[in-house]
């Protein structure tokens, strides 16, 4: 899986050197996500294991002190991605594709993008 360089994702998340280290790590699997507090609740509070990817996504919405993870799509097709919501729409978030892939965009350019596509 390809992820943004350190530099790329302190510089575009406007993040300390260890929160982009860490959100690094988290993406690239050099970190396990199930020993973040948040993960690790959620994990109890399920019935079914989560996917590692959601794992993974709730483990950067802590380093990155985000609002939660939400779901982008629509109820006919389902989520097409997953973002980490920082609490503004055009700010640089981590949003993870259906297809695997992970970026660093606002949420306000994937919609937009997705709209021109429709």
Known sequence: MKVSTLKSIQTKLATSYAQ???????????????????????IRACYHMPALFER???AVNEVLHGYGVEAIGDANRG??????NLGNTYDATIVR????????TSLGDVVEARRKES
Not at 97 to 104: D, F, L, N, S, V
């Open 79 to 84: 989520p097409f991605a997953l973002y980490v």
């Open 56 to 58: 993974r996504m709730i």
């Open 20 to 42: 982009a280290r860490a959100v690094r790590w988290i993406l690239t699997g050099e970190f396990d996500p199930d020993r973040f507090p948040s993960v690790r609740a959620w």
């Open 97 to 104: 594709y259906r297809t695997g892939a992970y970026r660093i």
